[in-house]
């Protein structure tokens, strides 16, 4: 049974609007959320992550938003550019446990 | 810095026949992980070691396959014998594990392709 769920497997956007890529999780216990970029032929590279102490945390381009109560969390990208095409994998996980429980992926689509 | 390197890249094989895939993690990380990665399932965890020790092998679909860690730098996952239905991309990947307040992002390899006929 998936803990973490990413239901959208695509999305497309126009360069220079804003992305949003969502997330959803069943596990309460979870406190520790992380964002990956997946290109085709290479392994996910971690893009940014999120602790339950907050609900946003920004790094450029990308913010990330938690909301506890709803189990979700978003991944914006403002604005998107061609270069952000790839397939984004949300993560969760527990303080000191370090094992990550990831969605399906969602293939993400900048059109130029 | 070198990251996580794996080995080989692509693998085509026939069904029944013994594949081994090799993975270098990254100096220092004393936490190694082995996914799979598959349309169906997406990212799913198969075994992860801290300290070269097996932590939690829930993941392993069957006996068939297997992984082991003889030293800090290297560690392999067996399929014996294979079938049609493993194929996927395998990823290793490596970390620190929980550093200070937080959890420490795993590092991914590149990936093993692996096809079976």
């Known amino acids: 049974d998936q803990q973490v769920k990413q239901n959208s497997p695509s999305l497309s956007v126009q360069e220079g609007r804003i992305s949003i890529l969502n997330c959803d999780y069943t596990?309460?216990?979870?406190?520790?959320f992380l964002w990956y970029k997946k290109y085709p032929a290479e392994g996910p590279t971690f893009l940014i992550s999120?602790?339950?102490?907050?609900d946003k945390n920004e790094d450029g381009r990308f913010t990330v938003f938690l909301n506890k109560s709803a189990k979700h969390l978003s991944l914006h990208i403002v604005p998107s550019q061609p270069g952000d095409s790839a397939v984004y994998f949300c993560a969760a996980t527990r303080y000191n446990f370090n094992k990550f429980y990831f969605g399906s992926g969602t293939k993400l689509n900048v059109k130029p | 810095d070198a990251g996580v390197i794996q080995s080989p890249r692509h693998e085509v094989t026939e069904m029944g026949q013994e594949v081994t895939l090799r993975c270098k993690p990254i100096?220092?990380?004393?936490?190694l992980f082995w996914y799979r990665q598959t349309m169906m399932r997406g990212l799913e965890l198969l075994i992860y070691?801290?300290?070269?020790?097996?932590?939690?092998d829930s993941g392993m679909p069957e006996d068939r396959f297997s992984a082991k860690m003889p030293n800090a730098s290297f560690s392999t996952l067996k399929i014996q014998p294979s079938e049609p239905r493993d194929s996927a991309v395998y990823f290793c990947a490596s970390s620190l594990g929980t550093t200070g307040s937080r959890n420490q992002p795993q590092h991914f390899g590149d990936g093993t392709r692996l096809s079976i006929l």
């Open positions: 100096s220092g990380h004393d936490y």
């Open positions: 999120i602790s339950s102490i907050k």
């Open positions: 596990n309460s216990m979870f406190d520790y």
């Open positions: 070691f801290n300290n070269n020790v097996p932590i939690d």
